[in-house]
């Protein structure tokens, strides 16, 4: 808890960072939100997407179907067999660049995507960084974009899923909601 805490002050006075969380590295969130699919969505797979959006769930035959996401497998040095998209493989595992600017969405949203990604496998990493400013709504709101990697520990092999996010968060960092920008 007090790694977070100094990460989180961190993050504060630096105007945004970069981390790659783990199950040993947070303590539960207080949330005023889940990271659940959208209600105005459908999930193709509800095993899969009951948690996180299929951008950053682990994928199954029906996401890569419904969705037209061609998974690649590769050996990279010192992780072995990770599947991902050709995109993702192109920059894993160098960490994810950090966009100037304050982002206090970055940690509330890194900490609910590792809630619910910790739903479907223990041994999952989270990487999360700011991609822009945040931006204060009229209603006293936070909203930022937010770039997510998520690696989940397969038996054979890693599969690394990415996506760029709008996250929001009350102005005391209270996670609000997440909604995927890219891919689509």
Not at 42 to 53: G, L
Not at 69 to 80: C, L, R, S
Not at 171 to 180: C, E, L, M, P, S
């Amino acid at each position: 808890m007090t790694r977070v805490l100094l990460l989180a002050s961190a993050c504060a006075v630096l105007g945004g960072c970069a981390s790659t969380l783990t199950t040993t590295d947070v303590a539960a969130p207080a949330t005023t939100a889940t990271f659940r699919y959208g209600t105005n969505e459908q999930p193709i797979d509800p095993n899969m997407t009951e948690y996180m959006p299929w951008q950053l769930g682990p994928s199954s035959p029906k996401t890569k179907a419904a969705h037209d996401e061609p998974i690649v497998t590769a050996t990279v040095p010192q992780w072995g067999t990770v599947k991902a998209r050709s995109d993702v493989l192109a920059t894993f595992p160098q960490p994810l660049a950090v966009a100037p600017g304050r982002n206090r969405t970055v940690q509330p949203c890194q900490q609910q995507a590792l809630e619910a990604a910790l739903k479907y496998n223990p041994n999952t990493q989270v990487e999360a960084v700011s991609v822009g400013p945040e931006r204060r709504l009229p209603n006293g709101t936070y909203r930022g974009p937010v770039r997510m990697r998520v690696v989940y520990s397969r038996p054979e092999f890693y599969e690394v899923r990415e996506a760029v996010m709008t996250c929001t968060t009350t102005a005391n960092g209270r996670f609000v909601r997440a909604q995927v920008v890219s891919p689509t």
